[in-house]
């Protein structure tokens, strides 16, 4: 079974940067064919997309990241990396990675706090 670990989060200030990181394990061995993406989850609210990557590395980002963080790949590692910089409160949530389909598991996340 699929298995996904994402690290980096932490307590950052506003505009503040930080890089989470979704190491894969047990995948198939066609994990650069894959649309990967990045999933966020607010105490309250529904788990959102934020960010996903195809094959062949094109993009897309929720409009409320858009221009602040940039999501990439390293097939050969079989992680997912997401940069992120000028961080707002609102940011605040757990982080998980997953495929663009949600069709693997879920990981434990990573916890990221925009605070002051």
């Known amino acids: 079974q699929v298995q996904l670990v994402e690290s980096g989060g932490g307590l950052v200030q506003p505009g503040g940067s930080l890089t989470l990181s979704c190491a894969a394990s047990?995948?198939?061995?066609?994990?650069?064919?894959?649309?990967m993406a990045w999933y966020r989850q607010a105490p309250g609210k529904q788990r959102e997309l934020v960010a996903s990557?195809?094959?062949?590395?094109?993009?897309d980002y929720a409009d409320s990241v858009k221009g602040r963080f940039t999501i990439s790949r390293d097939n050969a590692e079989y992680t997912v990396y997401l940069q992120m910089n000028s961080l707002k409160p609102e940011d605040t949530a757990i982080y998980y990675c997953n495929t663009k389909s949600a069709n693997w598991g879920w990981g434990q996340g990573t916890q990221v706090t925009v605070s002051s």
């Open positions: 047990k995948i198939p061995s066609l994990f650069s064919l894959i649309p």
């Open positions: 990557i195809t094959r062949t590395t094109s993009t």
